[in-house]
Structures are given as structure tokens and as C-alpha cells.
């Protein structure tokens, strides 16, 4: 089993082969993710809001994140292991940026740092470098961002809003600073198929998306909860995702109950007949 390395995906947009990273919270979904070949598995900050139930995704600490990724690190062998900065580090200046990435690395074992917002501190991505670091530099159309520009976040559907072809030459500006600052890769947060392919030429490094992406990038990052219908609304309403997980889970429970209730043997337990 050979380990992949962030030369490999360099090689991968140089021959046009795509990339896939999935996002996950826990050792058995890390492995299972690592199981099917993904390149990358990423430690996002958005476990506060879809598994741990939080309103606010800026409640996330450092500590537990580096809880999550440590378990997400023991289920994989092969892929890359990333993780997102929690709200704080990046604001609070380079030296708390550098000092929360070495934890990442020395206690987490991660092979790369994903931050957020990287456009706006690209002193942060060339201080992380300098320190051995690799970065994952996220850009692109945020709530934050979309704010400044005076663009809508969603449009009428209710979905991600794609940039307009007159922030062609913005992004491209900042992906190649981002580049220049020393990122490996890049996450390009609502690309759009018009501004997303000429970002991905202007730059040599991977061009990855998640919300709002598309085949037009060199890759994608999915959540994995969101790939395999993981949530309580899934068993409301079928989901348009991959696997209805959440239904299963609910089946399997339900009959588990039965079980107990009329007094049998629940399945997988020594004694079954």
C-alpha cells in the first residue's frame, strides 16, 4: 500500500487525472474513506455543526479538534491526512498560526493544514511553509466574502451562487498569490464554471472544490455525511446523495428493538441461534 504524497497529486493536474478527498470526523469513516482510494481525507471544522449538533461552527476549539483528527488519523494508512484551523488560531497572528500547526503535526500526525480565509493571510500560508508545513489555502466566495463584494451568497434556488465572470481576474489574482506564498494545493470555495476553469490554468498547483464546485476543478472534497446521506433529515426525506445511511441506521435499530423487546437474541451476539 503505497502512501500518497503531495507530489502525486501535482502529477495527477499535470496528466488531468482528478482528485477526491472526503471530509470525516472518526476513525471507522477514515478508514472506510481511505478503503475506497481517496486521495485526501480532511479534518473539517464543520464536525461543530454536523455531528456535534452546534448552531455556531465558531464553537469548535482547538483541543477538539485535535481530538477528531487525531481518531481520523489512526483509521487511515494511505491518503493524506489535512485539517482545518477552528476559529482563532489564523485570527489571532502568524506565531499563534505557526504554533497551533505544530500541534497539528506533533500531536495529530497530520500531513497538511487546510486553512480558511487564506487569501487574507497569505503571510500565515508563507510561515507555515517556511516551518515544513504544507498548506491547503482555501479561497473564494464565503458569506464573509460575498459581504465585501457585494454579491449574493445564494441565489434564488437557494443554492451556492457562482462567481460572475468579473471576478475572473480577482481570483486568479488570488490563487496565484496563494501559489507564490508557497500552498500546495488550492480549495476554491464556490467556483462556478465560468470563473473555475480559468483559475485552475492560471495556477500549477491542484485546484480542489467543495460547495459550489464542479468538474471544471482538479478535484473535489465532499463531506462524507453528506456523500452517504448521514442526517436526521434523511429519513424525512429521501436525500439526493449516494446511500441513504441514516436509513439504514434507523432499519437496523428498529429491528435490533424488536428484538430485545420480544425477548430474542440480538444478531452478532455469541448465543444467537
Avoid at 470526523?25 to 481517496?38: K, L, N, Q, S, Y
Avoid at 506533533?106 to 498548506?135: C, F, N, Q, S
Wanted: hydrophobic letters at 45%.
Amino acid at each position: 500500500m503505497t502512501a500518497v504524497t503531495i507530489p502525486d497529486l501535482h502529477e495527477k493536474k499535470a496528466r488531468g487525472e482528478k482528485i477526491f478527498g472526503v471530509v470525516a470526523w472518526d476513525t471507522p469513516m477514515a478508514a472506510i474513506a481511505d478503503r475506497v482510494g481517496v486521495e485526501i481525507v480532511s479534518v473539517g471544522d464543520t464536525v461543530g455543526k454536523n455531528l456535534w449538533g452546534h448552531d455556531n461552527p465558531l464553537a469548535v476549539t482547538m483541543d477538539e479538534m485535535l481530538v477528531v483528527t487525531k481518531a481520523v488519523r489512526r483509521g487511515v494508512k494511505r491518503a493524506l491526512v489535512s485539517a482545518d484551523f477552528p476559529y482563532g488560531p489564523l485570527q489571532e497572528g502568524v506565531d499563534s498560526a505557526v504554533r497551533a500547526a505544530i500541534r497539528f503535526v506533533k500531536e495529530a500526525g497530520v500531513d497538511m493544514i487546510k486553512l480558511d480565509g487564506a487569501a487574507d493571510y497569505p503571510e500565515a500560508v508563507t510561515a507555515l511553509t517556511r516551518a515544513g508545513i504544507p498548506v491547503w489555502a482555501q479561497f473564494g466566495l464565503t458569506p464573509q466574502t460575498a459581504l465585501a463584494m457585494g454579491l449574493p451568497y445564494e441565489n434564488q434556488a437557494g443554492s451556492a451562487a457562482n462567481l460572475p465572470a468579473t471576478m475572473t481576474e480577482r481570483m486568479i489574482a488570488e490563487a496565484r498569490m496563494l501559489e507564490q506564498a508557497g500552498a500546495v494545493l488550492l480549495d476554491f470555495t464556490n467556483s462556478g464554471p465560468i470563473v473555475g476553469p480559468e483559475v485552475v490554468k492560471a495556477v500549477s498547483i491542484p485546484v480542489i472544490g467543495g460547495f459550489g464546485g464542479g468538474p471544471w476543478l482538479d478535484g473535489r472534497i465532499r463531506l462524507s455525511s453528506a456523500a452517504t446521506g448521514y442526517s436526521v433529515a434523511a429519513l424525512d426525506k429521501e436525500p439526493d446523495t449516494y446511500a441513504n445511511v441514516a436509513r439504514v441506521i434507523h432499519d437496523a435499530l428498529s429491528e435490533c428493538a424488536a428484538d430485545v423487546r420480544a425477548a430474542r437474541q440480538i444478531k452478532g451476539q455469541p448465543g444467537r441461534t
